[in-house]
Every structure is written in structure tokens, then in C-alpha cells.
């Protein structure tokens, strides 16, 4: 009986200290887990829903009913540039002809005390600052978001764009340049002021790879929230016609359409054709908008960024460059290239 009572102790001394240790192992265990989850995830991986959007196109295509009614009855918004718009921009066409282009309507149009901006200040601001305030804010109520409400909150903002016109046209006039110019008409201030304006503390930044501006802006937007870097972001572009001189150069290289129609890919292409506009979505994590109970319009499964490199000019695309990037964006989104249904290509429409 003793040595029954001993080992019955000796048992009850073991399962104690088991007891203690699993407790230790399963602090430790929490500890980590708490370690993990306050580091920020790299998971490059995941999708990236498309939660609201806004925009402003040619055509009348001011919301997204108009939008898709322009596209679902192929409505063609090019047309001759009207003489409203050229004394607009002052043009002084020096060859002649006419000018085609996709024009949005209204767009000397702004409501600054809306946003909290003095006339003086609206005055020298350029119309690329205007559109993303109004659309950035409408892609977030469309997002179900108070607009008002995020101030303090990690939402990035990225755009892209790449044309001065209106900078161009305050130096032309011999304006008095003051704070408000510089602030007005600087690239980073198009992203920078619907930062500041919703006080937004995410990433903030204009994007500039010519064409592909836009879509490098949703890229960068996608990274961003795969790291952690901002739990939502609006992404999206801007672009304004002011100047007649984009025209002339363009027209001097061969580069324009004559008849206004751009016919990418085509043996009759002879030119492409300029247009305006903005675009703006607000994007989520998949996890994210699914918890948070959005109204998911698309997924991102994935997408990718190169350069041409060398090619035999500096405007000449480089097709082997250009196939590498699709790949990437293919395998980016696990997706095989039998998968993909629908494609839509930017291409230039010249001759070759």
C-alpha cells in the first residue's frame, strides 16, 4: 500500500508539473500570436475588392447609370472640340484643321466653399485638384461611407495623371504667381488636398507613368493595402484638355487621328485620339469588405508593373516586355491564361 501511495504521489507531482508547463507553453503561445498578429502582413496574395466608385466622363457619363448606358448602347462622346472650350484655353492653332476629343461637360464649374476652399484659392487651382475632390467624394458615399466621418483614419488616397495645362495657362496669361499657384497646380497636391480635406492619414500620392498612370496608381493602392499600409484606399485618375499645344505637337509627329476615330490594332490606323476625364474607386482587402459588409462590385485577384526597357524608340512599345508583365499579372492572380474571358488593351491606334 505504501508503494502504491508513493507512486499514486509521484504521479500527482508529474501531472502538476505537465499542467504547469502546458500553462507556460500556452502563454507563450498567446504571447506570439499577440507578436504576430501586431506586425503588418505582407500577404501579397490576397484579392482586393472594388467597394464604391465614381466618375466623370465624356459623354455625360457623370455617375456610374450614365457611365454604363454610354458604354452598353456604344455611344461615341468624341467630337470636334467646341469654340466654348478653345476660348477656354486660349488656343491658337497654327495648322489648322480640325480637333477632335472626348471633353467632359461643366468643367469650369466648382463649388470651393463645398470643400473649404476661398474663391481666391479656387481660382488658380487647377481643374484636375477640382475633379478629384468632387469624385473622390462621391466614390465614398457610393462606398457607403460618410466622407466626413474618416478624418484620422489609415485610407490612402492614390492618383494618377500626367498633364500641367492649366499651369501652363496661369504662366501664359502673366498671372501674378502667389502660394496659391504653386499649391494649385503641383501633382502632388491633387492627392495631397483630398488628404488633408477628409484628414486622412493613409498614403497619399500622384502617380505619373504616362498612359498607364492610372492603373500603376490602382497597382500601388493594391500594395498598399496587402501591407497593411492602409485599410482602405481610393485609387483611381485625372485628366484635363486646357492647351492647344499637346495638339499641335502630336499632330506634328503624325500622331493624331485625322477623323477623330482611334483604330487600335487595325491596318487602317492612322492616329489616336485625346480624351478627359476622372475615375475613382475605393478599394478594400477581401477580408475586410467581406467583415465589414460592403457591396462588393469587383475583385482584384491580381496585377503587375514593368518597363519597356530598350526598344527601338523611346515611345516604341517592346513586345517580349509587355507579354512578361501579363504573365506576372496572370500568375500574381493564380490564374491560368485559358481563365481569362474579356481583355481590354491602351494602345496608341499610329501607324506602324
Keep these: 500500500m505504501s508503494t502504491d501511495r508513493t507512486s499514486s504521489g509521484g504521479y500527482g507531482e508529474l501531472l502538476r508539473q505537465s499542467l504547469a508547463a502546458i500553462d507556460s507553453l500556452e502563454a507563450e503561445v498567446g504571447r506570439l500570436r499577440r507578436e504576430l498578429a501586431s506586425r503588418p502582413s505582407t500577404d501579397a496574395g490576397e484579392p482586393v475588392a472594388i467597394v464604391g466608385a465614381a466618375c466623370r466622363f465624356p459623354g455625360g457619363a457623370n455617375d456610374l447609370n450614365s457611365y454604363w448606358h454610354l458604354l452598353d448602347n456604344g455611344i461615341d462622346a468624341v467630337a470636334p472640340v ?9 488656343w491658337k492653332s497654327t495648322s489648322g484643321g480640325e480637333r477632335y476629343a472626348g471633353l467632359i461637360e461643366n468643367l469650369d464649374q466648382f463649388d470651393p466653399k463645398f470643400f473649404g476652399i476661398s474663391a481666391r484659392e ?19 458615399e457610393n462606398a457607403g461611407h460618410a466622407p466626413g466621418g474618416l478624418g484620422g483614419s489609415a485610407t490612402g488616397v492614390f492618383i494618377g495623371l500626367s498633364t500641367s495645362d492649366y499651369a501652363h495657362l ?20 491633387v492627392a495631397g ?48 484638355l486646357l492647351s492647344e499645344q499637346p495638339f499641335e505637337c502630336f499632330s ?22 485625346r480624351s478627359e ?50 504573365r506576372q499579372a496572370l500568375a500574381a492572380a493564380h490564374i491560368e491564361p485559358g481563365d481569362v474571358d474579356y481583355v481590354e488593351a491602351h494602345g496608341t491606334g499610329t501607324s506602324t
Design 82 to 90: 467646341p469654340t466654348e472650350r478653345r476660348a477656354l484655353g486660349g
Design 122 to 140: 479656387a481660382a488658380t487651382m487647377d481643374p484636375q485638384q477640382r475633379l478629384v475632390l468632387e469624385v473622390g467624394w462621391e466614390a465614398l
Design 170 to 189: 496661369i504662366r501664359e496669361s502673366g498671372a501674378p504667381a502667389d502660394v496659391y499657384v504653386a499649391t494649385g497646380n503641383a501633382h502632388n497636391a
Design 193 to 240: 488636398r483630398l488628404s488633408f480635406l477628409l484628414g486622412l492619414q493613409g498614403p497619399s500620392m500622384a502617380v505619373d507613368t504616362a498612359c498607364s498612370s492610372s492603373l500603376v496608381a490602382m497597382h500601388l493602392a493594391c500594395l498598399s493595402l496587402r501591407a497593411r499600409n492602409c485599410r482602405m484606399a481610393l485609387a483611381g485618375g485625372v485628366n484635363v
Design 252 to 273: 506634328a509627329w503624325g500622331m493624331m487621328a485625322p477623323d477623330g476615330k482611334c483604330k487600335t490594332f487595325d491596318a487602317s490606323a492612322d492616329g489616336f485620339v
Design 277 to 326: 476625364g476622372c475615375g475613382i474607386v475605393v478599394l478594400k482587402r477581401l477580408s475586410d469588405a467581406v467583415a465589414d459588409g460592403d457591396n462588393i462590385r469587383a475583385v482584384i485577384l491580381g496585377s503587375a508593373v514593368n518597363q519597356d526597357g530598350r526598344s527601338s524608340g523611346l515611345t516604341v512599345p517592346n513586345g517580349p516586355a509587355q507579354e512578361a508583365v501579363i
